[in-house]
Nanobody, 122 residues
Framework: VQLQASGGGLVQAGGSLRLSCAAS????????MGWFRQAPGKDREFVSYITWSGVSAYADSVKGRFTASRDNAKNTVYLQMNSLKPEDTAVYYCAATVNGRYLLAAREYDYWGQGTQVTVSS
């Protein structure tokens, strides 16, 4: 499975961005898709995941502001990010797993996209 993330950019605090992650080369609908982010000098952290049926979960830091969705027909998952804060600045990665169990952990994911930079200015 190959993953291609896009949609990052520079936005002012309070603004919005929508990230996309296009998948190819596998049975996309069977995968749980995750979003993680990594800020400079920090560990990669969980942001969100969404299952094949659309069940989603979020980190407390983004709950109520970010929304994950997926279009299985287009093999694409999205992360709508609203009310962005400077602390949301990071490289955002999409990831996929079929058999992962603890879906908040990066180690459970088998495939990773290349990352897209999100910068939120104050």
């Amino acid at each position: 499975v190959q993953l291609q993330a896009s949609g990052g950019g520079l936005v002012q605090a309070g603004g919005s961005l929508r990230l996309s992650c296009a998948a190819s080369g596998g049975a996309f609908s069977l995968h749980v898709m995750g979003w993680f982010r990594q800020a400079p000098g920090k560990d990669r952290e969980f942001v969100s995941y969404i299952t094949w049926s659309g069940v989603s979960a979020y980190a407390d830091s983004v709950k109520g502001r970010f929304t994950a969705s997926r279009d299985n027909a287009k093999n694409t998952v999205y992360l709508q990010m609203n009310s962005l804060k400077p602390e949301d600045t990071a490289v955002y990665y999409c990831a996929a797993t079929v058999n992962g169990r603890y879906l908040l952990a990066a180690r459970e994911y088998d495939y990773w996209g290349q990352g897209t930079q999100v910068t939120v200015s104050s």
